[in-house]
């Protein structure tokens, strides 16, 4: 096999990975609120998901998305710490 055929191989998963289909936005929330609750497992896992939702909701309407589930966690988070306590 020619290296110029070898490239062409090479290059198939590539462009395989990069037609993953993507998460939508809830998907992403939804399983946030599932690590959360693994990971405050003090608090009950009904109360995770709607300190979550209720995080996520601030952010309703805002027009650049990519990175609310980061905001989301990060706010979601840090009121779980404080019912852990």
Do not use: C, W
Not at 36 to 64: M, W
């Amino acid at each position: 096999m020619s290296n110029r055929l070898r490239g062409l191989d090479a290059a198939k998963p590539q462009r395989h990975a990069n037609s993953m289909i993507e998460l939508s936005e809830q998907q992403i929330i939804d399983q946030l609120a599932r690590r959360l609750a693994d990971t405050h497992t003090q608090v009950e896992p009904t109360r995770v998901a709607q300190v979550v939702h209720e995080q996520y909701a601030r952010f309703e309407g805002r027009p650049i998305r990519d990175f609310i589930p980061l905001f989301v966690e990060r706010r979601a988070a840090a009121e779980l710490v404080k019912l852990d306590a």
